[in-house]
């Protein structure tokens, strides 16, 4: 089983990368699927044209990972586009999988990107976002930029441990889901 986290933010520096490297340990320590991190500050994706070129060490690991998990901070109440550029990109690789949705922010954000990409990023994509998602506010006080976890209380660590056992199942569970004849169907590629 192949697991990829996507650290969904530009910047140098980001928290949403230091949340992402916590979940890969976590995840390293808790099940033997294979790991990858993705961070978009290191993809040179420019914004997807007809013309522009497809960055091949992107697009493999998102057509290896059976199952996601999505770091995403809020900028300015959004998803940051650099992240929805993935799926103008991507859309396909992404169908009939799992992700796990982890909003991030500085303060007391981190909302609106899980209501943003549960409701603008499914139809053409079917990707199949888990029923459990995470808001990671204050996220410099929960976890450094060692990806370790500081937080006094272990409330997020637990809320992230669940969310992450579940998406461990729902990855599992989508395999053979995928394999079923319905999934050749072509007739409503763009979803309803
Ligand atoms: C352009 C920009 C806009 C932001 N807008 C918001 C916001 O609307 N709500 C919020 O809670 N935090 C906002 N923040 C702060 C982020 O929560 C903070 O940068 C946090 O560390 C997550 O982003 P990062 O992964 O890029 O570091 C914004 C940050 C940037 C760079």
Redesign the pocket.
């Known amino acids: 089983m192949n697991i990829l986290i996507i ?5 140098n ?7 992402a490297r916590y979940i890969e340990k976590q995840l390293i320590n808790s099940t033997d699927a294979h790991v990858d991190v993705f961070d978009l500050n290191t993809c040179s994706l420019e914004f997807w044209s007809d013309q522009a070129d497809v960055d091949d060490a992107a697009k493999k690991l998102i057509n290896k990972a059976d199952g996601y998990v999505f ?1 995403v ?6 998803v ?1 586009p650099a992240f929805k550029n993935l799926f103008h990109y991507f859309n396909g690789l992404f169908s009939h999988k799992p992700a796990y949705i982890i909003g ?7 909302r ?1 990107p899980i209501t943003e990409l549960r409701s603008t990023t499914y139809k053409n994509s079917f990707i199949n976002y888990i029923p459990v998602s995470t808001v990671l ?1 204050k ?2 006080e929960t976890i450094n930029k060692n990806g370790e976890y500081i937080a006094e209380s272990d409330h997020m660590a637990q809320r992230i441990d669940d969310g992450l056992q579940y998406l461990l199942e729902y990855t599992q569970a989508l395999f053979s889901v995928r394999e079923s004849n319905i999934f050749n169907e072509k007739r409503f590629k763009n979803g309803m």
């Open positions: 650290s969904g933010s530009p910047r520096n980001a928290s949403s990368l230091n949340v770091v901070p809020e900028w300015h109440g959004m940051p991030v922010s500085s303060g007391t954000g981190g609106y506010d996220v410099d």
